[in-house]
């Protein structure tokens, strides 16, 4: 049997409301909280910010998963990193400088 983990996204949330938001997601029973980077690349929006994310790593209990969709996410690893996140996650194609990164 797989085991299946549920890992909502606060990307549709409003951000008026994400303490409320947080505060859901970790009385749920989701696995993880998934958070989008978005710089205008990969996806016409752009997302969130480190100050926003750092904020959200102070309120939320659940470990959560870093999706980069940015075009040099290298430029940002350490400041990712510092925070404390539990799994990165990078677009396929500079996935290869995750990877370079990662293995140093």
């Known amino acids: 049997m797989k085991n299946i983990m549920v890992a909502p996204s606060i990307l549709s949330t409003d951000f008026a409301y994400l303490g409320k938001t ?4 970790n009385r749920s029973e989701a696995d993880w909280l998934h958070v989008d980077i978005m710089a205008g690349m990969f996806v016409p929006s752009i ?7 750092q904020a959200i790593r102070k309120h939320n209990k659940k470990p ?3 999706h980069l969709m940015i075009a040099q996410p290298e430029k940002y690893f350490e400041v ?3 925070t ?3 799994k990165l ?3 396929l194609r500079p996935a290869f400088i995750c990877t ?4 140093k």
Do not use: D, H, I, K
């Open 100 to 103: 370079a990164w990662y293995n």
């Open 84 to 86: 404390e996140w539990s």
């Open 22 to 25: 947080l505060e859901t997601v």
């Open 80 to 82: 990712f990193l510092n």
């Open 64 to 66: 959560v998963e870093l």
């Open 47 to 53: 997302s969130l910010g480190t100050p926003v994310l």
């Open 89 to 91: 996650q990078c677009m």
